[in-house]
């Protein structure tokens, strides 16, 4: 438990590049399955909670990046989003922003003499 | 799979209702759970456990933060109308003036601040189109050409034309003169009776209209008549109203009044009658000075009319009116009194 708040905090400022890159590779996908694929490829490491993850996919929605369609599963609602050309285009930088502050947080990280070598 | 039954879907639906979920996030958190509890379920667990698991993870606290947050990332983009408008009727047309207003202010901003600046730069704009030929010059030189005015002359009254006067037939009857006898010439012999029946005695012998004696001339073409028979009519002149010096009678009007005064009788019906009064004659001097045309205009009657006329036309020649200088023919009215001692 104790880990797993810790690691929401990291997401929350990533979230968005996480959730727009997950849909670059997939044609479309909706919440629930989104949430699934982080946990498969993380090994749980990461847990989207719903609290989080539908107020970005709202809020990338209204900003124009994505698109949705509704479509009836089991007698309920299933929204599937999908990128737009923008929203690709924002993947793509985002997701190079983000391997860029990864690359220079590792070095933040690292001890002094390992990263001098 | 296993799959929720469509009341274990509305329990949860209601679930979300109750604790206030934000309608947008309802669907999308309803297929979530059912997604999480479905999988759950394969793993072979209760639903109650299932259910109560759930409702462990999404409590009140957590769904209400969601719909906090969720409404806060929003909000970020919503206007203040979006927040105004919320929940009511937008397609009613006051949801589309709030939006457009700040762009309708914007543009009548702009066309009145146009407007107003061409109405104050119009006289500027069009003088720096219309150029004055001299920018600096304070007065124009006008200059005045006199323009000749010609009085236009009266169109010449077209000449009146004048029948030649009926001559009548003459015979020639010269009176005898005395001459020695070889130069007596026996041809004009004095016309018999006969000839003189229908014919007057003239100088010459003419073919006219015989019998015209009944014809009594105009009286103003008698003196002419007589001056020249067979003549040509006499030039006819305008006769004036007013002229800048009026006829006078030769002598002054103190003479007018003595040779009316001798010449002038009462007459008898008028002197029994009691008659007394002015009778206005009415007679037009001529150029030379001859009086013509004599009528009484305005009487009394009792013979003083055909008197006064009488007495007008003894009077000697005048002093005729004189326009500009030159003699003309004037009609002229004179008042003259009768009046009993």
């Avoid at chain 1, 993850?53 to 299933?78: A, F, I, M, W």
């Avoid at chain 2, 006064?308 to 002229?332: I, L, Y």
């Amino acid at each position: 438990m104790e880990n797993n708040t810790t690691s929401n905090e990291y997401v929350r400022g990533t979230l968005k590049t996480i959730v727009l890159n997950l849909l670059a590779e997939h044609d479309r996908m909706y919440g629930y399955e989104i949430t699934q694929e982080v946990k498969d490829r993380t090994g749980g490491a990461i847990a989207l909670t719903f609290g989080a993850l539908y107020p970005v996919l709202h809020k990338l929605e209204q900003e124009g990046l994505l698109l949705t369609e509704s479509v009836e599963v089991d007698g309920r609602l299933r929204k599937y989003y999908s990128l737009t050309h923008r929203g690709n285009e924002t993947a793509r930088t985002k997701t190079n922003d983000l391997e860029r502050f990864i690359d220079a947080v590792r070095l933040l990280l690292a001890p002094k003499n390992l990263a001098t070598e | 799979m296993k799959r929720l039954q469509e009341n274990r879907i509305d329990q949860i639906s209601k679930y979300l209702q109750a604790n206030k979920l934000d309608p947008e996030l309802l669907p999308e958190i309803l297929d979530h759970l059912a997604c999480e509890a479905e999988e759950s379920l394969w793993d072979g667990k209760p639903f109650e456990q299932v259910y109560h698991n759930m409702v462990k993870t999404a409590d009140a606290q957590t769904l209400l933060n969601l719909s906090v947050d969720h409404q806060n990332l929003l909000a970020m983009e919503k206007s203040l109308n979006d927040i105004v408008f919320e929940n009511r009727n937008k397609s009613y047309g006051a949801y589309d003036l709030r939006k457009g207003y700040g762009q309708t202010v914007q543009r009548a901003v702009v066309m009145g601040v146009a407007f107003f600046l061409l109405l104050v730069m119009f006289p500027k704009l069009y003088a720096e189109l219309v150029p004055d030929l001299k920018s600096d010059a304070i007065a124009y030189e006008v200059s005045v050409t006199p323009i000749d005015i010609k009085m236009e002359e009266p169109p010449a009254a077209p000449p009146a034309k004048e029948e030649p006067a009926p001559v009548q037939k003459a015979v020639k009857s010269l009176t005898p003169e005395v001459l020695p006898d070889e130069k007596v010439m026996i041809e004009e012999l004095p016309p018999v009776v006969e000839d003189l029946q229908n014919a007057q005695p003239s100088t010459e012998t003419v073919d006219g209209v015989e019998n015209l004696d009944v014809i009594a001339p105009p009286v103003e073409n008698a003196p002419a008549a007589k001056a020249d028979v067979a003549g040509v009519a006499p030039k006819k002149e305008e006769t004036f109203t007013y002229v800048e010096q009026s006829p006078q009678y030769a002598g002054g009007n103190e003479a007018m009044a003595a040779f009316l005064r001798k010449n002038l009788k009462y007459p008898r019906p008028a002197t029994q009658a009691g008659v007394q009064g002015r009778v206005f004659v009415q007679f037009t001097v001529g150029s030379d000075g001859k009086i013509e045309n004599a009528t009484a205009v305005k009487g009394i009657g009792f013979g003083c009319d055909e008197e006064a006329v009488r007495v007008v036309k003894m009077m000697k020649d005048w002093m005729p009116g004189k326009q500009a200088g030159v003699p003309v023919r004037v009609r002229f009215t004179l008042p003259i009194a009768f009046q009993l001692d």
